[in-house]
């Protein structure tokens, strides 16, 4: 098993910035990849950017790209989402996530075995 723990959410004002960080504990593996992803009310699931843990091979959401960076500290088995220029359509809970090599696309939440429990990130105009 496999616990991850978010924090570092909260209220920010559009145009600041936030970061997310996503504590790994249990059976982890360096062949694990993790995925954030984010949820508004009202609308579905949203992949926002993954990270493999043995490269640190990053990719990103178009909404995001530019905007948000993830990066790892693996002394600390933990991950981070750095969000910059933050906009209005950016709340909504953020989960990090982690799966095991598997040959689905890494955009689908479905193929992420691990969650965490969401951090609510609000982001005021």
């Known amino acids: 098993q496999v616990q991850l723990v978010e924090s570092g959410g909260g209220l920010v004002q559009a145009g600041g910035s936030l970061r997310l960080s996503c504590a790994a504990s249990?059976?982890?593996?360096?062949?694990?990849?993790m995925g954030w992803f984010r949820q508004a009310p009202g609308k579905e699931r949203e992949f926002v950017g993954t990270i493999t843990w043995n490269f640190g091979r990053t990719d990103y959401a178009d909404s995001v790209k530019g905007r948000f960076t993830i990066s790892k500290d693996s002394a600390k088995n933990t991950v981070y989402l750095q969000m910059n220029s933050v906009k209005p359509e950016d709340t909504a809970i953020y989960y990090c996530?982690?799966?095991?090599?598997?040959?689905?696309?890494?955009?689908?939440?479905?193929?992420?075995?691990?969650w965490g429990q969401g951090t609510q990130v609000t982001v005021s105009s």
């Open positions: 249990g059976r982890t593996s360096s062949t694990y990849r």
């Open positions: 996530a982690a799966r095991p090599p598997v040959s689905t696309s890494y955009s689908a939440g479905s193929s992420y075995t691990y």
